[in-house]
Each structure stands twice: as structure tokens, then as C-alpha cells.
């Protein structure tokens, strides 16, 4: 197994951490499994390994591996932790399977062959919600502030989170009284049904099913995603194939076309309009979640497209679309919108669940 590892502290002392976790953010394209170390109400990452989902065989093999790393390097022996997957997690919370990977995830088996104490195991948007509790929203490296409301923050309200990557995934975040954080509620939201407003729409709607040989409703993940913005650019360079310039000629012989649509954006009217209609759906997904969950105490979007992209969020076209809707229009005015920028936050969000749940073991 091929995998690469990262040590985010320099100077490791074992001595200030009460107690080490484990967490995971087990994800379509990419793994990575972190070792954290539990300071007061907050964790630190000290280690983490990277993988390619595609090549993973044996998920029990590759937590192993950061087990002995752990033991070997810094002298930490592991007993709990938390698997975030992004995949179902079934109602015993014992098993998972990814949607996007071959890969499945029983926990009773995982701590068998690991010699575990304890695994937790959730939904990777949970993780991502729990890791929003970790976030300082002053700092310019952990978010992109697109409108702030500090009445509404402060008020302890709703939040939601909504991130686009491998697919779109959801959750709504409550907060906990007695624990003084905010609890995720795990979501498959990303697999809603998607709504067409005009010919064009459907037009792509129906090329996107033929596309995928899909015979029901199409939802929204396949459109927030990477693979929707690559669908998004191959139906409108199928509408207008004479369209050509020397950046659709790179992109269509591209086997990862949606990097490069992303590069072009502001340099070709292809890209720049995939985008265009990207961000206009992205921000209708947005303004129907957060009138779903009355998220008064923000919006917080996840995922690498969005903060590789973070500027299309600060648009006219988002912020027109977001607060488009009858009646309600200046209550979305007022939603506080941040973009995570931190890319190991469902891992600190693992950590952190793992942290509250095995406290004192």
C-alpha cells in the first residue's frame, strides 16, 4: 500500500496531552488517517497518513500501519478513535459502505483485527460538523468570511454545513446545552431530488441521466460535485462542438477535466459559464438547506471545490440566487456565510467526536 505521511508537529511532548485518539476521513477519492492528542476540551493533530481510496484493500492493514507509527515514533498506544466515511452509516453504527468505493467497514471486525478498545464511527459530514466547533472565525486561514452577522453567531441557533467534492453531502448542526459544542445530525441530503426551472435545465437534466444511465429523479449530488462540473462542460461543449479555443482542446483530451475547467474559468466562455451555472445551483441547494434547517448561526461550505473557488461564493450571481425565494428573502439577507478553509477538517472533527465519546477511558 502506497501512502505518504505528514507530521504537523515539530516538537512533539508527549507529556501535554492527557489521552491520544485516532480519526479518519474516509472519503471517495482520498483517506487520511491522523493521530491526534487530547488537550483539555480540544484536540491536536500530530501525525497523519494519506492514501488513495481506489487503492485501498484492507482498511483494518492501513489503521494498523498508523498504529504502529504511532507506538514506534512517538510512543502512543491507541485505544479509541472515530472512522468518518462518507457512505451510509447503518443504524447500529457498525457498518458502512462507502458510496463512491468498494469499501466496507465493519467496526466489531476492525476491532478484532486491531486490538481496539473502542471505534466510533460516523458519517464524514458529521465529522465536518463537529470539526466547525474547532474553527476560529477570525482566522483568515481556517475560513473565508462572505458575510458575517455576529448577533447571529452569537445566538447559538441552527448552523449548516454543505460541502461539494467527490459528491454533495449535508448536515445540520445543533447546539448542545449541557456540553457547550454543536452536535451534527447525519444527512444524505446531497442525494435530494434536483429542481429544474427552465428547458435548459431539464435539457441538461436528461443529458446528465442518459449520461449516467439514470432512470429516476436526478439529484443534486450529481451536479455539486467534480463530476458535475465535468458533465456541466461536456453538455455544453456537445451544444456548441464548433466552440472551440486552445483551452477546450487541453480540457477534452484531459482524463481530469474538472481541475483544469477550474483553472479556465475567468480565461474561457466554456468554463467560465460551467461555472456560471455551478454557482447557481450550488447556491439554490444553499438557500433550500438553510431554509430547511432555520440555520440562523451560519452557513458554512466545506469541501475543496469550494475553497479553491472560494470567490464564486462572494458573487452577484450567488448571492442573488441564495436570496431568491418569496417571503423570505430578507431572513436569507441576514444568514451569516462562511467558507472552510482548513483542509483537515473532518479529520479534527473525528478526533473531536472521539474526544467527547470515550472521554475518561
Known amino acids: 500500500m502506497n501512502f505518504t505521511v505528514k507530521e504537523h508537529i515539530k516538537n512533539f511532548d508527549k507529556k501535554i496531552y492527557s489521552s491520544f ?5 474516509l472519503g471517495g477519492t482520498n483517506t487520511k488517517i491522523t493521530v491526534a492528542g487530547v488537550k483539555k476540551n480540544n484536540v ?25 507509527i504511532a507506538k514506534a515514533k512517538f510512543d502512543i498506544d491507541l485505544l479509541t478513535g472515530c472512522i468518518s466515511a462518507a457512505g451510509i452509516v447503518s443504524e447500529d453504527k457498525k457498518n458502512v459502505s462507502l458510496t463512491n468505493q468498494k469499501i466496507k467497514i465493519n467496526i466489531d ?5 486491531t486490538g481496539l478498545k473502542s ?5 464524514d459530514f458529521e465529522a465536518v460538523g463537529y470539526g466547525i466547533n474547532l474553527l476560529n472565525l477570525q482566522n483568515e486561514k481556517e475560513v473565508y468570511t462572505v458575510r458575517n452577522n ?54 441538461l437534466a436528461n443529458y446528465i441521466k442518459n449520461k449516467r444511465s439514470i432512470i429516476e429523479p436526478l439529484t443534486y449530488d450529481e451536479l455539486l460535485s467534480g463530476h458535475g462540473i465535468e458533465l456541466i ?27 483544469l475547467i477550474a483553472q479556465y474559468k475567468n480565461l474561457d466562455e466554456t468554463c467560465k459559464k ?13 438557500k433550500n438547506f438553510v431554509l430547511d434547517s432555520l440555520a440562523m448561526s451560519g452557513l458554512f461550505i466545506a469541501g475543496g471545490i469550494a475553497a479553491k473557488n472560494k470567490e464564486i461564493f462572494n458573487s452577484k450571481e450567488f448571492l442573488d440566487e441564495f436570496e431568491n ?17 482548513d483542509e483537515n477538517i473532518g479529520l479534527k472533527g473525528a478526533c473531536f467526536a472521539a474526544m467527547n465519546k470515550f472521554r475518561g477511558m
Open 150 to 203: 455576529l448577533n447571529n453567531i452569537a445566538s447559538k441557533k441552527t448552523r449548516a454545513v454543505i460541502g461539494a467534492g467527490t459528491g454533495l453531502g449535508k448536515s445540520i448542526l445543533v447546539f448542545d446545552e449541557e456540553n457547550n459544542f454543536y452536535n451534527p445530525i447525519s444527512s444524505e441530503g446531497g442525494h435530494s431530488d434536483f429542481p429544474i426551472y427552465s428547458n435548459f435545465e431539464r435539457d
Open 325 to 341: 425565494v418569496y417571503q423570505y428573502s430578507n431572513f436569507l439577507k441576514k444568514i451569516p456565510i462562511f467558507i472552510i478553509l
Open 233 to 259: 462542460y461536456q453538455f455544453l461543449r456537445e451544444k456548441n462542438p464548433n466552440n472551440i479555443t486552445k483551452y477546450t482542446k487541453e480540457i477534452d483530451i484531459s482524463k481530469d477535466k474538472t481541475p
Open 109 to 113: 471486525e476492525l476491532i478484532k483485527k
Open 21 to 25: 485518539v485516532f480519526g479518519t476521513d
Open 119 to 123: 471505534v466510533l464511527l460516523i458519517n
Open 274 to 286: 460551467v461555472f456560471y451555472i455551478f454557482t447557481i445551483f450550488y447556491a439554490r441547494c444553499a
Open 44 to 68: 491536536e493533530l500530530i501525525f497523519s497518513l494519506f492514501f488513495k481510496s481506489s487503492e485501498i484493500t484492507s482498511f483494518s492493514y492501513d489503521l494498523l500501519e498508523c498504529m504502529n
